[in-house]
T-cell receptor, first 114, second 115 residues
Framework: DSGVTQTPKHLITATGQRVTLRCSPR?????VYWYQQSLDQGLQFLIH???????AKGNILERFSAQQFPDLHSELNLSSLELGDSALYFC?????????????FGQGTRLTVV | TQLLEQSPQFLSIQEGENLTVYCNSS?????LQWYRQEPGEGPVLLVT?????EVKKLKRLTFQFGDARKDSSLHITAAQTGDTGLYLC???????????????FGKGTSLLVTP
């Protein structure tokens, strides 16, 4: 158990819909990262939040957004869903020790868009 | 984005065999990490290597960081079925600042160890 909790574990929705994925980081970790994993692209970094503030953006589509709340949990919002958005979505939290980011991953949310 | 190339992409071996998987880049990394991901789970950190030429051992797994800090290898001795999974290497961006940073991952080596 990594200490990172993601809900829901599975999600099936139709094209055009909007969904929200939730992540609770490890106790004490201020950083939350969101990643998308697909078979052909591997693990792609989407966005990073630190203590409630957006810190870095990766390959995140404009249809996607995220936020981190005062209690440090984070939500990833995916809207106008397309078939190609079907993937595993992971969040990770980190201690950011020195110059090394050791990430602890949740179990992921498997999103299927039909 | 620094590209991490992992090889081979797939590997199927029998229990008891030895294997080596590779992680290569044209860029220099301050550190590299190896993760293992099992089906239906998130990646789990195995090791972090920091110093060029560094060798770290984790039971039957041996990790090496290249002298130039551009590549790394993972060697598994006497593989077991429990070693089955996706092995990912990851590294931080070249500039780490208060603007935030995240690990870049290779696409991984999918290892299957059969009895």
């Amino acid at each position: 158990d990594s200490g990172v909790t993601q809900t829901p574990k599975h999600l099936i929705t139709a094209t055009g819909q909007r969904v929200t994925l939730r992540c609770s980081p490890r106790s004490g970790d201020l950083s939350v990262y969101w990643y998308q994993q697909s078979l052909d692209q591997g693990l792609q970094f989407l966005i990073h939040y630190y203590n409630g503030e957006e810190r870095a953006k990766g390959n995140i589509l404009e249809r996607f957004s995220a936020q981190q709340f005062p209690d440090l949990h984070s939500e990833l919002n995916l809207s106008s869903l397309e078939l190609g958005d079907s993937a595993l979505y992971f969040c990770a939290s980190s201690v950011e020790a020195g110059g090394r980011t050791e990430a602890f991953f949740g179990q992921g949310t498997r999103l299927t868009v039909v | 984005t620094q590209l991490l190339e992992q090889s081979p992409q797939f590997l199927s071996i029998q229990e008891g065999e030895n294997l080596t998987v590779y992680c290569n880049s044209s860029s220099v990394f301050s550190s590299l990490q190896w993760y293992r991901q099992e089906p239906g789970e998130g990646p789990v950190l195995l090791v972090t290597v920091v110093t060029g030429g560094e060798v770290k051992k984790l039971k039957r797994l041996t990790f090496q960081f290249g002298d130039a800090r551009k590549d790394s290898s993972l060697h598994i001795t006497a593989a077991q079925t429990g070693d089955t999974g996706l092995y990912l290497c990851a590294g931080p961006p070249p500039t780490i600042s208060n603007s935030g940073y995240a690990l870049n991952f290779g696409k991984g080596t999918s290892l299957l160890v059969t009895p």
